[in-house]
């Protein structure tokens, strides 16, 4: 939640993110606490910065038992099981009207990658072009079937059973370096195998998943245009903007659907050598087309 006080005080809030990462995660928990964060009739307040919510007003109530009337949920229903177009429509409607009470109108949309393509594209123009004081949370557990489009159009926030922190030492970020120096090079034959990781450390290893993960998202980020500012690997920009006229839109989902695969498998306690070849491979596959 740091990350998203430092955002709202700095006035420095995205338009749109996209939380990913597996069920049981809090994805929900904080795009709900976001909202009362955004609305909160009494914030609580320390060195004239707004540090939480108080948890106690009207504003907050109606939040927490998703009744407020600039609050909206969307998440797959019917027989598909699915977000459908109508359902999109009813949000570009919504966020084009001011807030009926609060400061903020928020949607949340929950397992996006269940939309309708129609809805997806539906959703696609509202993204390209946000209201004020409006913002868009999108969750889900993978980058399978999310646009890349949509994705690139959001900032992604990765959920970890164990929490992050941005890196700091000078150590995390050799290691970092080293790895992405191993898998990067497009069309240049690779040969990474998994040896390149540390599968005796779950820590270590879901670290390194995260560290590939970011580097290709960031790649996917300055390929859309989008400011420098969401870029988390800063210290690589003229790599990154270097190496992102080699990959397309496409390529870049489908690396990133094959490294989420990965981190989940191994999760699931699948054998770590096996999830990491059979990523590095489809990671290869792309290098070489």
């Given at each position: 939640?740091?990350?998203?006080?430092?955002?709202?005080?700095?006035?420095?809030?995205?338009?749109?993110?996209?939380?990913?990462?597996?069920?049981?995660?809090?994805?929900?928990?904080?795009?709900?606490?976001?909202?009362?964060?955004?609305?909160?009739?009494?914030?609580?307040?320390q060195d004239n910065r707004k540090v939480d919510c108080c948890d106690l007003c009207n504003s907050c109530?109606?939040?927490?038992?998703?009744?407020?009337?600039?609050?909206?949920?969307?998440?797959?229903?019917?027989?598909?099981?699915?977000?459908?177009?109508?359902?999109?429509?009813?949000?570009?409607?919504?966020?084009?009207?001011?807030?009926?009470?609060?400061?903020?109108?928020?949607?949340?949309?929950?397992?996006?990658?269940?939309?309708?393509?129609?809805?997806?594209?539906?959703?696609?123009?509202?993204?390209?072009?946000?209201?004020?004081?409006?913002?868009?949370?999108?969750?889900?557990?993978?980058?399978?079937?999310?646009?890349?489009?949509?994705?690139?159009?959001?900032?992604?926030?990765?959920?970890?059973?164990?929490?992050?922190?941005?890196?700091?030492?000078?150590?995390?970020?050799?290691?970092?370096?080293?790895?992405?120096?191993?898998?990067?090079?497009?069309?240049?034959?690779?040969?990474?195998?998994?040896?390149?990781?540390?599968?005796?450390?779950?820590?270590?290893?879901?670290?390194?998943?995260?560290?590939?993960?970011?580097?290709?998202?960031?790649?996917?980020?300055?390929?859309?245009?989008?400011?420098?500012?969401?870029?988390?690997?800063?210290?690589?920009?003229?790599?990154?903007?270097?190496?992102?006229?080699?990959?397309?839109?496409?390529?870049?989902?489908?690396?990133?659907?094959?490294i989420d695969e990965a981190d989940t498998l191994i999760k699931q306690n699948v054998n770590p050598k096996?999830?990491?070849?059979?990523?590095?491979?489809?990671?290869?596959?792309?290098?070489?087309?």
């Amino acid at each position: 939640m740091e990350f998203f006080r430092r955002a709202v005080n700095t006035d420095k809030l995205a338009h749109a993110y996209l939380f990913l990462g597996p069920q049981g995660l809090g994805k929900t928990l904080l795009a709900k606490n976001l909202a009362k964060f955004l609305n909160c009739e009494n914030p609580v307040m320390q060195d004239n910065r707004k540090v939480d919510c108080c948890d106690l007003c009207n504003s907050c109530h109606k939040i927490e038992g998703r009744n407020h009337p600039d609050i909206h949920w969307l998440e797959p229903a019917g027989r598909a099981n699915k977000i459908s177009i109508d359902n999109i429509r009813s949000v570009q409607k919504e966020i084009s009207l001011k807030a009926y009470e609060g400061k903020w109108k928020v949607f949340i949309i929950l397992e996006a990658q269940k939309m309708t393509e129609q809805a997806a594209n539906c959703l696609l123009k509202t993204l390209e072009e946000p209201p004020g004081s409006s913002l868009i949370i999108l969750s889900a557990e993978g980058l399978s079937g999310l646009l890349p489009t949509i994705v690139s159009r959001c900032q992604l926030i990765k959920f970890y059973p164990l929490k992050y922190e941005i890196l700091k030492d000078q150590d995390a970020l050799l290691k970092k370096n080293r790895l992405i120096e191993r898998v990067r090079q497009p069309g240049g034959g690779g040969g990474a195998s998994y040896d390149i990781f540390n599968i005796k450390d779950k820590k270590e290893l879901s670290a390194q998943i995260a560290y590939l993960l970011n580097w290709f998202r960031d790649i996917l980020i300055f390929k859309a245009g989008l400011s420098a500012s969401f870029i988390i690997n800063a210290d690589r920009l003229k790599g990154i903007k270097s190496e992102s006229r080699y990959w397309d839109f496409e390529d870049l989902e489908k690396i990133l659907t094959r490294i989420d695969e990965a981190d989940t498998l191994i999760k699931q306690n699948v054998n770590p050598k096996i999830a990491l070849e059979v990523m590095l491979q489809g990671l290869e596959k792309c290098n070489m087309k």
